[in-house]
C-alpha cells in the first residue's frame, strides 16, 4: 500500500557502493517525469547523473549538507524554468515522486536543497550547474543522491 512507502520513506546519507541497474534509474526518472504540474506547463528539467567522480564533486555542492553525495551512486538535479510561476512546487512534487519510488524499489535516497543556500558565499546552485552543464537560464532546486542504503 501506498501509506506503508510513506511511512518508511526517510532520508539516507550512507549508501554501500553497489550501482543502481539502468532499470531502477529508468523508474526513478520516469517517476520524476510523471510528476503533474501546474497547468501542464511542465518546466521541469531532470539531470541524471551517473559518474562517480562528478557525484562525488557535488559533495561539496553546498556549504554543509550534501555529505549522501559522497557515498551516493546515482543523483539527478532538478532544475526548471524560472519563468514559470510554479517551478518551486513543480519541481518539489517531481523530486517526492522520484523518491517514492525509490522508496518502493527499497532504495534510499536523499534530497539536497540548493534552493536558497550556499557554497563559499555564492548560491550553491551556480558550481552545481557548471559541474552538470546545465543551462544557466534554468534554477536548481535541487539535487537527490540515490543508492543502496548501507
Known amino acids: 500500500m501506498f501509506i506503508d512507502i510513506a511511512r518508511s520513506r526517510h532520508s539516507c546519507r550512507d549508501f554501500t557502493d553497489a550501482p543502481l541497474t539502468e532499470e531502477e534509474r529508468r523508474l526513478i526518472l520516469e517517476a520524476g517525469d510523471l510528476a503533474p504540474s501546474s497547468k501542464g506547463r511542465r518546466p521541469v528539467r531532470l539531470v541524471p547523473i551517473t559518474d562517480i567522480a562528478v557525484i562525488?564533486?557535488?559533495?561539496?555542492?553546498?556549504?554543509?549538507?550534501?555529505?549522501?553525495?559522497?557515498?551516493?551512486?546515482?543523483?539527478?538535479?532538478v532544475a526548471a524554468d524560472p519563468s514559470v510561476d510554479t517551478w518551486v512546487e513543480d519541481s518539489s512534487i517531481a523530486t517526492i515522486m522520484m523518491q517514492l519510488e525509490a522508496e518502493d524499489l527499497g532504495l534510499g535516497s536523499c534530497w539536497i536543497q540548493l534552493r536558497m543556500r550556499s557554497r563559499q558565499g555564492e548560491p550553491a546552485e551556480i558550481h552545481t550547474k557548471e559541474v552538470l552543464g546545465i543551462d544557466p537560464s534554468l534554477s536548481v532546486l535541487a539535487v537527490v543522491a540515490f543508492?543502496?542504503?548501507?
Open 56 to 77: 562525488r564533486s557535488l559533495s561539496d555542492c553546498k556549504d554543509s549538507g550534501a555529505r549522501a553525495m559522497s557515498t551516493a551512486t546515482f543523483a539527478v538535479a
Open 147 to 150: 543508492g543502496r542504503r548501507s
